[in-house]
């Protein structure tokens, strides 16, 4: 089956780096996503990774493993408005989108 | 960047009424829109594809008699939840792609639709 897996909640600190990982199968494989959600808010692009490695992208960063089929977000230089939840989606064979749960990162003063 | 917007934002209607969402890409060609449903502190569901000039295609357990969906040109689609019922009080979510392979996403802003 398609499954994305990752973690429910995470907490860090203003100021600190919080590395956000998601593990994924599906059926083929075109492309790892990762959306920001804010409470009451439509998810917004953060990133798009389809060969493995490090994308950077200012202070948020992904990275993808195809053959571990893993994925995180690296979000350094953390800021009150980070607070929100990070969704990690996959791409299929088909190009449909399969979304995980989510992780709602609380960020701490 | 390609902008999405969705009209109504916050919709309270009473249960057996039926309620349209409209969505637009603003500034480009859409050749698929997508349409989410959210529950609170639940991830995003598809619920429906559609492709302009064609019906669209249910994900499974979506009634498509009950949430109609119209996407009459590349720039516009319309949700229409029929007989509306409090548990179709969610947040719903349009998104639109500009080209087949081009699957990020555009999302619109989201309506929140309340059952009362």
């Known amino acids: 089956g398609q499954n994305i897996d990752q973690p429910t909640e995470m907490t860090a600190t203003e100021g600190a780096i919080v590395q956000i990982n998601c593990t994924y199968q599906?059926?083929?494989?075109?492309?790892l996503f990762w959306y920001q959600q804010h409470a009451g808010e439509a998810p917004t692009f953060l990133s798009y990774?389809?060969l493995d490695g490090l994308e950077e992208k200012g202070r948020f960063s992904s990275f993808l493993s195809r053959s571990k089929g893993y994925s995180y977000l690296l979000l350094k230089e953390l800021q009150m408005k980070d607070s929100a939840s990070y969704l990690c989606?996959?791409?299929?064979?088909?190009?449909?989108?399969?979304w995980g749960a989510g992780t709602k990162l609380i960020i701490k003063p | 960047g390609a902008v999405v917007s969705q009209h109504p934002s916050r919709v309270i209607c009473k249960s057996g009424t039926s309620v349209k969402i409209e969505c637009r890409s603003l500034d480009f060609q859409a050749t698929t829109m997508f349409w989410y449903r959210q529950f609170p502190k639940q991830s995003l569901m598809l619920m429906a594809t559609?492709?302009?000039?064609?019906?669209?295609?249910?994900e499974q357990g979506v009634e498509k008699d009950k949430f109609l969906i119209n996407h009459a040109s590349l720039t516009l689609s319309t949700l229409t939840v029929t007989s509306a019922h409090p548990e179709d009080s969610s947040f719903y979510i349009c998104?639109?792609?500009?080209?087949?392979?081009?699957?990020?996403?555009?999302f619109g802003p989201g309506t929140r639709l309340t059952v009362t």
């Open positions: 998104s639109a792609r500009a080209g087949d392979r081009d699957y990020e996403q555009y």
């Open positions: 989606v996959a791409g299929d064979s088909n190009y449909q989108l399969i």
């Open positions: 559609s492709n302009e000039g064609s019906k669209a295609t249910y």
């Open positions: 990774n389809v």
């Open positions: 599906t059926s083929g494989f075109n492309g």
